[in-house]
């Protein structure tokens, strides 16, 4: 059964950066050929994918966000680690991590989701 866990700060300042992180059990984030991902969720909307990193330690961002994410990993904690800079209230939203399983030549699908941790960001 592989198992994914938010952790991180509930609440944020405007202008600060964001860090969450996720831990996997039951499954190696080196483990070919899944892509490691944030996906969020503000009040009132879809989700939006915000990035991932690659079982190879690539990563790749939205290109609405990218400019302001960072993704990392640790593989002896089997933890990888999301920093948004330069928060603003409009980044509020439950934040999930989840295992992308390929499902195509360029596409890939979460198969495997954490239960979501709420942030709000708020002066």
């Known amino acids: 059964q592989v198992q994914l866990q938010e952790s991180g700060p509930g609440l944020a300042k405007p202008s600060q950066t964001l860090s969450l992180t996720c831990t996997v059990s039951?499954?190696?984030?080196?483990?070919?050929?899944?892509?490691w991902s944030w996906i969020r969720q503000p009040p009132g909307k879809g989700l939006e994918w915000i990035g991932y990193i690659s079982y190879i330690g690539r990563t790749y961002f939205s290109p609405s966000l990218g400019s302001r994410t960072s993704i990392s990993r640790d593989t002896s904690k089997n933890q990888f680690t999301l920093q948004l800079s330069s928060v603003t209230p409009e980044d509020s939203a439950v934040y999930y991590c989840a295992r992308g399983a390929p499902y195509s030549d360029y596409g890939f699908m979460p198969d495997y989701w954490g239960q979501g941790t709420q942030v709000t960001v708020s002066s």
């Open positions: 039951g499954d190696s984030i080196t483990t070919n050929y899944y892509y």
